[in-house]
């Protein structure tokens, strides 16, 4: 399932837990694709805490606790990195993280925390939800065989990548607008692993933002930049991104198109996608402000003049997708709509 979709079912689950609904969800998927990231994108949008617990690094007394003499009898001291009440609040997430890591013993002592909520006498309180992810067993990680009991207490859901989920979230995010285009540009290069060649750096959502990083610290040296952009998403996507990144000094002048003058079109095509992304770019940051309906309106008169006019409706969905409803407002938002009517690809 694409990002988009595995966000709004995680949403909804943690709500569920008011109703008394909710079901543990395990999400499985490749290494970089962003399971934990929308998982702790579930807490930051309903302002509560996600507790992180890693199996892979635990042993079964971990979670069942240490043993102590009380009296008579044997008690067991609940261990603090489980949701309590009285110091992580009655809402939250408790994610298992790398679950398919964890050595069985340590997923038999999950079994009764997960489906019945509870190991001995503690007890997951009512308002915190449960999910987990991991990798699949292909995928070239330390990975078990998830156990038929454990897999029975999860809903499974299995991430895909989806390119224009990635560039909604990359546009909100601040991710440099050269690695956005560079992906509309060559989108098969947004995730591009193959396990049976065990490669150490490749092209994944992780490692693109690693790429935005590394072109802020690199950008003005260019005998490193191709290095560390190949460190990042390996050779073959790294040398494309250098030689991407080094053709856009043919780049129009953006403040010239949103200040309405006539700017001529490039017809290399990675320049047009350059010029989409770095229009999108000014509308995110104009969002909110004095200036947004007239940067857009800007915007749109240009993406009408695209040859190829799925290139402007490819800009103004993902400027959309990335600013909202308020789009539909601005005043030339229903020109351009209807100059478009007849090749429109997918609905706004």
Known sequence: MRPAAISAILDREYLSTEEGQHTPVMLWGPP???KSQLINQVGERHQVPVIDIRLSQMEPSDLRGIPFRSGERVEWAEPAILPH????GERGILFLDEITSAPPSVSAAAYQLILDRRLGEYRVPDGWAIFAAGNRQGDRGVTYTMPAPLANRFTHFELDTHLDDWVTWAHQNGIDERVIAFLRFRPERLFDFDPAHNPVAFPSPRSWEFAHRALQKFGQSASLLSDTLQACVGPTAGIELSAFVNNL???PDIDAILAGEAVSIPKEIDLQYAIASALV???VKAKGSPEEGRICGRILQFAERFPQREMGIMLVSDMHRSIGQSLFGVDEFAPWAESV????LYDL
């Open 85 to 88: 009440r009285d110091s992580q």
């Open 32 to 34: 970089g694709v962003g």
């Open 249 to 251: 000094d043919r780049l």
């Open 281 to 283: 770019g000014r509308a």
């Open 341 to 344: 009517a007849d090749v429109m």
